[in-house]
């Protein structure tokens, strides 16, 4: 199969994002987003991997100033014609999430839904790359601003993995990377590309984090449409993060 190249899957599957079933609670992640991050209406809030803008959005409508950070040019389209629709302003920038440094720092940062984070290329570092992405979160917000991030849950990649997967290289237990393929169509052909994303266990992201310049305050289970204070369950989709900046 052709190499993993997340900008062109997306670019492609972009205008079809918003029909999926995970992008239908915005409004409740939202209101937990304003909740847990307790920012004044005018606060700056960074959207790492934003996607269509869905949260960067929502939260806009709000009264916050968003900046919108996307790998994929269809995406970015997407979210642009969102922010118009609902008459508010989103600064979206198109930028790799490991190599961001924005020009003002924000008060807060969100990384949702798999949006950069634990999603790698063919042969990319499945360390180096996140914690690339933590890095750019960091330099961009202010000490003591607040991160609330989602990861793939590694403990439920591990339980539901076979040993003729592992023998065949589509998941990797030593670094919980998955690969998996991925099809879509590209001037009336059927394309198909490997998939590449990384789990991650509670204490592997806590000290990411920490290494990274955060204080992790939580790890709570993080999957779409069931958010909230409690701890991660072993076979949901996703965990969240929660942490500050720490200050110097």
């Given at each position: ?43 700056r809030i960074l959207d ?43 600064e979206l920038i198109e ?154």
């Amino acid at each position: 199969m052709p190499d993993c190249d997340w900008k062109a899957f997306f670019d492609i599957y972009a205008p079809r994002y918003m029909q999926e079933p995970f992008t239908t609670d915005t409004l409740r992640e939202v209101d937990f987003i304003v909740e847990e991050m307790a920012l004044p209406s005018g606060s700056r809030i960074l959207d790492m991997g934003c996607g269509t803008g869905r949260h960067s959005v929502e939260l806009a409508r709000r009264g916050y100033r968003m900046v919108g950070v996307d790998l994929s040019t269809g995406m970015l389209n997407e979210a642009r014609k969102a922010a118009d629709e609902a008459g508010v302003t989103v600064e979206l920038i198109e930028a790799d999430a490991t190599m961001v440094r924005l020009s003002e720092p924000v008060d807060g940062a969100i990384c949702l839904c798999e949006g950069a984070f634990g999603l790698l290329s063919t042969g990319e570092g499945q360390y180096t790359h996140d914690l690339d992405i933590l890095a750019s979160i960091a330099h961009a917000l202010k000490p003591g601003g607040k991160l609330i991030l989602n990861a793939l849950n590694g403990m439920a990649k591990v339980r539901a993995a076979t040993p003729e997967q592992i023998a065949e290289g589509i998941f990797d237990p030593m670094c919980l990377r998955e690969v998996f393929p991925l099809n879509y169509e590209m001037d009336g052909e059927q394309r198909q590309f490997d998939g590449h994303e990384r789990g991650f266990v509670p204490s592997e992201l806590r000290l990411m984090l920490t290494v990274s310049g955060f204080d992790v305050q939580h790890i709570y289970g993080g999957t779409a449409g069931n958010w909230g204070r409690r701890p991660p369950e072993l076979d949901e989709m996703e965990l969240m993060a929660v942490a500050v900046r720490a200050t110097l």
